[in-house]
């Protein structure tokens, strides 16, 4: 959590069990729960391409009070979807590809893909169609060029 290299902080993260593509952003100060991390009922995956802008909780399950269970569930966050600062997800949700979360928002339900969600609790407030704007094609371009150039 406090690591003060991206790599670092992702590697830890993978070797407490949580599963995690190749993040474009993974920020500093994110909170994800490991308690349980290797059991699939409580498991964290965050995919390829994930910005996680920083000061984020991700939990898996509940604390126990007074002798109740709590209840918890996987939290699956899709390829490309843009988590903003100060954001917190909660057990059981899942957000889609391309979705964005806004700052200090409290995610305890289902994104859909290519929506924009913000608030307390987050709500959809817009479909998105960030990957055919003129500028994202212009800029997948020139990364397909960077990767011929290092690929040889």
Known sequence: M???????????YRKAGVKIGKP???GTN???DIMYARNPQYSVTIGDNVILAGYDHILTHSN???GIKGEG???VIKN???IGIDVTILPGVTIGEN??????????RDIPDSCIAVG??????KMHHFRNHHLCRKLQNKEQQFQKVIDG
Do not use: D
């Open 73 to 75: 569930g996987p939290v």
């Open 2 to 12: 406090y690591a003060p290299i991206q790599s670092l902080r992702i590697a830890m």
């Open 30 to 32: 994110i909170f994800i």
């Open 24 to 26: 474009l952003v993974f």
């Open 99 to 108: 979705a964005v979360i806004g700052a200090c928002s409290l995610v305890n």
């Open 64 to 66: 126990i009070l007074y």
């Open 120 to 125: 307390v609790p987050a709500r959809p407030i």
């Open 80 to 82: 490309g979807a843009r």
